[in-house]
């Protein structure tokens, strides 16, 4: 166990001082990573960007840490390209009557986090694109 902090030694010296003669016995050979790049910053601080890794890496989808109001402003962005991959009018229209039904709930619910500006999708409007969308492919 390492030796408390001797009184009138600052942290940070007493720190580093730990950190020395940690590399001097060679216990940070080896470590996992060693000699790789460091990643890439992507302006989040680096809590941020390690959750971020760690949610893709498991294989999950980022937009789960979104606030509720961003996240159905995305999931409204993303529509069209779901919806293209649908087979069925019907299923279609049960898409966008899901997401109309969570964005009217949102609104009544007074979600936390910033504030929700996403107009409900027009069902009809919607089938449209996507027979449209069809028709091209």
Do not use: C
Not at 49 to 57: H, M, Q, T
Not at 83 to 108: K, S
Request: hydrophobic residues 35%.
């Amino acid at each position: 166990m390492t030796a408390r902090k001797p009184p009138k030694v600052s942290f940070r010296w007493w720190v580093d001082r730990q950190i020395d003669e940690a590399r001097e016995r060679g216990e940070f050979d080896d470590l996992p990573g060693t000699g790789q790049p460091l990643p890439k910053p992507t302006g989040n601080d680096a809590a941020t960007d390690w959750v971020l890794r760690e949610v893709r890496k498991g294989g999950h989808d980022t937009k789960a840490l979104l606030p509720p109001a961003l996240a159905l402003k995305r999931e409204v962005q993303d529509l069209p390209d779901r919806l293209a991959a649908e087979r069925t009018e019907r299923r279609v229209r049960e898409l966008v009557e899901d997401l109309n039904t969570r964005i009217r709930h949102a609104y009544l619910n007074h979600l936390s986090g910033p504030p929700l500006t996403v107009a409900l999708v027009d069902a009809e409007e919607a089938v449209e694109d996507w027979r449209r969308s069809r028709a091209a492919s």
